[in-house]
T-cell receptor
Framework: QKEVEQNSGPLSVPEGAIASLNCTYS??????FFWYRQYSGKSPELIMF????GDKEDGRFTAQLNKASQYVSLLIRDSQPSDSATYLC????????????FGTGTRLTVIP | DTGVSQNPRHKITKRGQNVTFRCDPI?????LYWYRQTLGQGPEFLTY????????KSRLLSDRFSAERPKGSFSTLEIQRTEQGDSAMYLC????????????FGQGTRLTVV
């Protein structure tokens, strides 16, 4: 079982719609959760992080964390063509962990 | 530009040659990480420094790979006797020593071994 799992997609949504990206993780002791956006050929760019159960909103982005279900999601409201990218879920597993485990990413395409 | 800087951006080398990559982290960040990413995969952790101390190494890091951070500032990653399987994007990231653990990535070095 992989530590961090994501649906590889591709996920296609029309412009203006809500895109929902999901991620599950295996280690119940995981402490910190991150969403990175990666455009083709570029490096990952941090867009959201969440540490506590519940929702965290930043502009058009909302991260949702449910530690009991070991589930973290990213919602993108009013999706734009410029949001088309691969979204990587990353998890810092446990107190003192010094590295991030990444999922394989979900490719999102926003159709104009 | 105060972000993480990596050099070179691209490297093509013949199998069996040695290569070295450099990473300059964000200046106030004491934690530095190296990751490797292949096509269609997420980044995989290679090694971690806190200041000049290399505190963690992945099992992925064979003895052909060595990393240094001599003065707790920039870091180098060397691959000896390169193999075609080493072809990948090598990513460096840095984060603050205390407080948040968000890591910010450099542009990466794309290595092609021919």
């Amino acid at each position: 079982q992989k530590e961090v799992e994501q649906n590889s997609g591709p996920l296609s949504v029309p412009e203006g719609a809500i895109a929902s990206l999901n991620c599950t993780y295996s280690d119940r002791g995981s402490q910190s959760f991150f969403w990175y956006r990666q455009y083709s050929g570029k490096s990952p760019e941090l867009i959201m992080f969440i540490y506590s159960n519940g929702d965290k909103e930043d502009g058009r982005f909302t991260a949702q964390l449910n530690k009991a279900s070991q589930y973290v999601s990213l919602l993108i409201r009013d999706s734009q063509p410029s949001d088309s990218a691969t979204y990587l879920c990353a998890v810092n597993m446990g107190t003192g962990a010094n590295n991030l485990f990444f999922g394989t990413g979900t490719r999102l395409t926003v159709i104009p | 530009d105060t972000g993480v800087s990596q050099n070179p951006r691209h490297k093509i080398t013949k199998r069996g040659q040695n290569v070295t990559f450099r990473c300059d982290p964000i200046s106030e960040h004491n934690r530095l990480y190296w990751y490797r990413q292949t096509l269609g995969q997420g980044p995989e952790f290679l090694t971690y420094f806190q200041n000049e101390a290399q505190l963690e190494k992945s099992r992925l890091l064979s003895d052909r790979f060595s990393a240094e951070r001599p003065k707790g500032s920039f870091s180098t990653l060397e691959i000896q006797r390169t193999e075609q399987g080493d072809s990948a994007m090598y990513l460096c990231a840095s984060s603050k020593r205390q407080g948040s653990s968000e890591a910010f990535f450099g542009q990466g070095t794309r290595l092609t071994v021919v």
